[in-house]
């Protein structure tokens, strides 16, 4: 499974997401399966785990392990999945159900990153070093809306909206106007015709960080990530038992942000909400305080993961 991805930060996030090896575990971000498989290693015969990716290549290398649960979809419905383990006689989880209903979840891990797979297969589009790779950058190959869509269709303020939110990209005004100007001569079917249309705003020598910003605004655009995370982290919190861990692994600011505020405060806009005696209602409580990042020597051997951050948090009981 290495070749097909490589773990980031694989000891710290599973040694802090098991506390019981007789639990039920969710790994959100299934992908290559490294995650998994160590959390399968520190588990008992007693223990599960359930697996979500979108991704049916990364679905298909699947091991065989009968405490293994593999499903092919989205994991901002893992809440929906956890109130069928909940009422299902047949997994014999129901006794599991604590005091917040169908949290059934000892713990839950989220690895946000991009699969080395998705990167490096240029069928896919997710990677600006092949040229004439399709503007695909669908995580889930069923799923209607492409890159190319994106670029082709979307209004010239839509774009510039993406590029500035999810890039951050500096300029993204007349990137968007230069993308629509391209599209009007021919349509933007490859990556080198995106590449192409905004080669003139791509600094020397660092066109590569710029190509970056683009590449990432319009892959969370198709994939729909930043509601998905919302969706995930409040769909996860109620799924976890009282004491239940949720681990999870950021790559960008974005991101990071978002799973920073919801640890907080309970949303991922980071507003307080406060009871009358003046305490924040938030279900989640830090188990720590700054993120953990990948020691240099991970960094050396895997530099996809120096911009990896792994916050963790804990379900708090209620009172």
Not at 43 to 70: E, M, Q, S, Y
Request: neutral net charge; charged residues 25%; proline residues 3%.
């Amino acid at each position: 499974m290495s070749e097909y991805h490589i773990p980031v930060l694989l000891a710290e996030s599973i040694s802090a997401l098991v506390t019981n090896p007789d639990g039920l575990y969710a790994d959100a971000t299934f992908g290559g399966g490294g995650h998994t498989a160590s959390l399968l290693s520190r588990l008992h015969d007693g223990g599960r785990v359930i697996a979500f990716d979108r991704d049916i290549d990364a679905i298909a290398r699947a091991p065989k392990d009968p405490r293994l649960t593999l499903i092919h979809n989205n994991f901002r419905f893992i809440e929906n999945y956890a109130a069928q383990l909940a009422n299902s006689a047949s997994e014999g989880l129901a006794e599991r159900r604590d005091t917040i209903g169908h949290a059934v979840f000892d713990g839950i891990l989220a690895d946000l990153g991009v699969s080395s797979h998705q990167f490096d297969t240029a069928g896919r589009g997710f990677s600006f070093r092949y040229e004439d790779a399709p503007l695909d950058m669908r995580m889930n190959q069923e799923a209607a809306l492409t890159a190319a869509q994106v670029v082709n269709t979307y209004p010239e303020e839509d774009l510039e909206r993406i590029l500035r939110l999810y890039g951050e990209v500096d300029g993204a005004r007349q990137m968007a106007r230069l993308i629509v100007q391209a599209r009007g001569t021919q349509s933007l079917a490859t990556t080198g015709d995106l590449d192409r249309a905004i080669a003139r705003m791509l600094p020397r020598g660092a066109e590569h960080k710029l190509l970056a910003k683009v590449y990432q605004a319009f892959r969370i655009e198709v994939n729909q990530e930043m509601r998905s995370l919302e969706k995930f982290l409040e769909g996860a919190t109620r799924s976890l038992r009282e004491g239940g861990r949720l681990v999870v692994i950021t790559y960008h600011s974005l991101e990071d942000r978002m799973v920073k505020n919801y640890i907080k405060t309970g949303n991922v806009d980071g507003t307080e909400v406060k009871d009358v005696f003046g305490r924040t209602q938030a279900p989640l409580e830090a188990v720590n305080r700054k993120p953990i990042v990948p020691a240099e020597s991970e960094i050396e051997r895997n530099t996809r993961a120096r911009s990896a951050k792994l916050r963790i948090a804990q379900r708090r009981t209620a009172e």
